[in-house]
Each structure stands twice: as C-alpha cells, then as structure tokens.
C-alpha cells in the first residue's frame, strides 16, 4: 500500500510559478513509476508528467513541455512538479499517483494508487 500526499497548489497570476510535491508513506517508493494529472471542472482527468523509478525516463503532455519538470527525491519518498509560465488553462485540481507494475505513463486507470489532489489556480 501506498498512501499519497500533495501539496503546493495555490492561486497565482498567469507567467508565475509553482511546485508542486508529492509524500508517498509505504516501502520501496523507488520502485514506483509516478504520474502527475489534472482535472479542470466539467472535464476528464488528463496527464501531466510521469517519472520512473530510476529517474531514467520522464514523459510530458505536450501543452506542459519546456514549462514544467517533474523530479523525485526516493530519499525522502517525494515526488515534484514544478510549474513555471503558468497560464490559466493550467487551471485544475492536480493529483500525483503511484503505479507499481506494469507501467502506461500516460493513461490514468494503470496507475494503483492516488492523492487526493491539490488546486491550482491560475489568474489572467
């Protein structure tokens, strides 16, 4: 079992900056894969960035690459996003999630376990 949780979120004009974290409790958290999605009100949940357990590979939704950069730190069980440029349609509630097996960076039900979200909310 892996119990996750973010924080970071806030409110912050557009061309700003965040960072995003993520504590994951439980064992092992180097041999999780870990995602970061959103989801804006009245839409589905879409990816952001997902890291591997290695820090080997990292992928990114393309409306997000050159702006954000997930890292992780398996010293401390953390998990980051750092998101700079925002614009407001990076507005959302973000979630970090753990996938412990087999591994679909981009599609959010392969993915085993989940926070409970922080918003993000971007003002023009």
């Known amino acids: 079992q892996v119990q996750l949780v973010e924080s970071g979120g806030g409110f912050v004009q557009a061309g700003g900056s965040l960072r995003l974290s993520c504590a994951a409790s439980g064992r092992a958290f180097a041999s999780y894969k870990m995602g970061w999605f959103r989801q804006a009100p009245g839409k589905e949940r879409e990816f952001v960035a997902a890291?591997?357990?290695?820090?080997?590979?990292?992928y990114y939704e393309d409306s997000v690459k050159g702006r954000f950069t997930i890292s992780r730190d398996n010293a401390k069980n953390t998990v980051f996003l750092q998101m700079n440029s925002l614009i407001p349609e990076d507005t959302a509630l973000y979630y970090c999630?753990?996938?412990?097996?087999?591994?679909?960076?981009?599609?959010?039900?392969?993915?085993?376990?989940w926070g409970q979200g922080t918003q993000v909310t971007v003002s023009s």
């Open positions: 890291i591997s357990g290695d820090r080997r590979f990292t």
């Open positions: 999630a753990a996938e412990g097996s087999t591994w679909y960076p981009r599609i959010p039900n392969k993915y085993d376990y």
